[in-house]
């Protein structure tokens, strides 16, 4: 889900961090969705090719925005849009359609086709959209209640009612303005 907060201020005054493939990479490389030296290898394939590297980024952008829209979906409790759900079935193909168990440095890993294009770092991030919105678990998709945030959250309170992000952010910031306004 941190994906899909790589918008800030999804309110009124959205702020992208992805403006090149170079921020999708450090996203990347910092949540641990690619190894050091996977985002090395695709720093120097992006380098080679600058065409290729903004596709890349286009389409990671696109990602976002459609499980943005799923999942808020979900937190509505309304049926996706069946244009999304046709979206990511598109991601889903290309992500499990010709995947293959492979054996490296030691260990089984699932390989797709896409591992090899510099919009490898979507792959498990579709793998994990997917689980997440086909489990038990996307009941506990949230969405902040500051109306200038709107981040995604998974809620893991027992009572499955955690209204922001982040409490120390967003829920302080609402404190302050009732305060304000009262």
Known sequence: MDFTNTVGNRGDEPEEHLHTYGDLLAWAR???VVSRGEASKLARRAQDDVDAAGRA????????????????AVVDRKEPEKQLLARLNDYVSDTFGAAHLAVEEGRLTLKTPSDDRLDAMLTPIVRSAVELLTSDGAARIGRCADKGCAWLFFDTTRSGTRRWCDMKVCGNRNKVRRFRAG
């Not at 980024?57 to 808020?72: C, G, K, N």
């Open 30 to 32: 910092a949540r641990g």
């Open 57 to 72: 980024l286009r389409r990671a952008v696109d990602l976002r925005e459609m499980l943005y829209a799923l999942m808020s």
